[in-house]
């Protein structure tokens, strides 16, 4: 039997576990001394390292942090690295169906988590069954490594590193086809008012997700309402706004997209403040959030800066008040060829003045590996001999992976050229022919990695 003949007898059996993940809210929630991120993302976990346990894999759980399924003897371990957490969903934000009830229409599934990342975790799962059943010789050790905390944080997978250290050859399939073999820089920080005339400020999201909805509560009469109006018409924003006797409650609706491409989506808080500046409200951290970002995703009024494989990014994702102070995120990716300090050194010269300041919290370094390695040239051999694809070239990109936190790693799929999955944003979905395509790649790319 063939690996596509296979694949296509697993195929029910792939989507019956992909609905059953997709079913877990698996958000990051309030930790517990046995939950290190709440009790959703730990029930994933026992999910899928039972699921594997089931079909005969000797499976670890490390402290329900992460876990990790194996096959095959030897000192070298392979490692594949996928995460079973996600971004917030809710149907109210646009989704036609609900996002923990996978739907098949026959083409596609839809669902939070189909495409990042429990459809490629499900995915590598099968391919290490198909890749046991065809008898290959297995001169190392295949680990499918799942962790729970990659969308905020990756404390997972540092706790794997602790535990288990790094593998030898690795690939997280939470990228895209043929291959990332540059990842960009982060800097993550806040903004702080130091004085503004706002009675409220709440925007709804995550830090690395373009804000989709963002509220302020405004003094009556210190704007011009019509010019409010004007000006989110023409851009073609919706919203909303409820007069009262002193004060307006106005709601922007934005359009969410991940954080390392903003220039997709339109941010609810950047497009609430420029309105409110353009209808002539007169106020110190308004003017302050307007200079130093505005509506520019490139860092410009901060710390815009390029290198030869891409522009720097910036997404300032949540805001909200308390006791009067308001206080929102930023969140950095910046070219690989930079390095944090040269970053930092440009928010220090822009960082402040009457109506706000900036603080860094935490810098990452970028990630590169030299294309013509070994191991990428035989994970890019297996993308190539399965699709027969051979113009879409290796690429960098501004999101971070889990490639950045373990050793000898890269983000390798699940994603292929050209395709727009949703992530992060209302319908997420896969097609269904692109998720058997993963599992055909992924056996061909074990068996490189075995050779090596």
């Given at each position: 039997m063939t690996v596509k003949e296979m694949i296509q007898q697993y195929e029910q059996e792939m989507l019956d576990k992909l609905a059953k993940l997709v079913a877990i809210n698996s958000v990051e929630g309030v930790p517990s001394q046995d939950a290190p991120f709440g009790e959703a993302p730990k029930e994933a976990l026992l999910c899928a390292l039972q699921m594997m346990e089931e079909d005969g894999f000797k499976t670890v759980n490390l402290d329900n942090y992460c876990g990790y399924a194996e096959m095959g003897e030897g000192e070298e371990v392979i490692g594949v690295i996928g995460h079973l957490d996600i971004v917030p969903a809710k149907q109210e934000d646009?989704?036609?169906?609900?996002?923990?009830?996978?739907?098949?229409d026959g083409t596609c599934v839809y669902g939070r988590g189909v495409s990042d990342d429990k459809g490629p975790v499900v995915a590598s799962m099968m391919a290490m069954k198909i890749l046991r059943d065809l008898g290959f010789p297995?001169?190392?050790?295949?680990?499918?490594?799942?962790?729970?905390?990659?969308?905020?944080?990756?404390?997972?997978?540092?706790?794997?590193?602790?535990?288990?250290?790094?593998?030898?050859?690795?690939?997280?399939?939470?990228?895209?086809?043929?291959?990332?073999?540059?990842?960009k820089g982060m800097v993550h920080g806040v903004y702080r008012s130091k004085k503004t005339e706002l009675l409220s400020v709440l925007g709804e999201g995550a830090m690395n997700i373009v804000s989709g909805k963002c509220s302020a509560r405004v003094v009556k009469n210190s704007y011009s309402t019509k010019k409010f109006k004007d000006y989110l018409n023409q851009n073609e924003m919706r919203y909303e706004i409820e007069e009262k006797e002193e004060y307006d409650d106005i709601t922007v609706y934005g359009l969410p997209a991940h954080a390392s491409t903003p220039e997709l989506g339109k941010n609810a808080i950047s497009y609430l403040f420029m309105g409110l500046k353009e209808a002539g409200l007169q106020d110190a951290f308004v003017d302050f959030y307007c200079s130093h970002f505005g509506l520019h995703t490139d860092g410009e009024g901060l710390c815009k800066c390029e290198d030869e494989y891409g522009a720097l990014t910036l997404n300032t994702g949540v805001i909200s008040m308390k006791d009067g102070v308001i206080e929102g995120s930023i969140d950095i990716r910046f070219p690989v060829t930079l390095t944090s300090k040269q970053v930092v050194k440009m928010i220090e010269e822009n960082k402040e003045d009457e109506g706000g300041e900036i603080e860094v919290l935490s810098t990452t370094e970028p990630l590169y590996f030299p294309p013509d390695s070994p191991m990428i040239e035989s994970l890019v051999k297996a993308y190539r001999d399965v699709t027969g694809d051979e113009e879409t070239q290796l690429m960098t990109m501004g999101g971070g992976?889990?490639?950045?936190?373990?050793?000898?790693?890269?983000?390798f799929g699940a994603g292929f050229p050209n395709?727009?999955?949703?992530?992060?944003?209302?319908?997420?979905?896969?097609?269904?022919d692109e998720l058997k395509l993963q599992v055909e790649i992924y056996v061909e790319a074990l068996q490189n990695l075995l050779n090596l």
């Open positions: 646009g989704w036609n169906t609900n996002p923990f009830e996978m739907v098949n297995l001169s190392k050790r295949i680990r499918l490594i799942m962790g729970t905390n990659e969308e905020t944080g990756s404390k997972c997978l540092k706790h794997y590193v602790e535990c288990e250290g790094d593998v030898n050859y690795g690939f997280t399939p939470d990228g895209e086809f043929p291959g990332v073999y540059g990842e992976t889990y490639a950045k936190g373990i050793g000898n790693t890269i983000a395709r727009d999955y949703h992530i992060h944003n209302a319908n997420e979905f896969a097609y269904i």
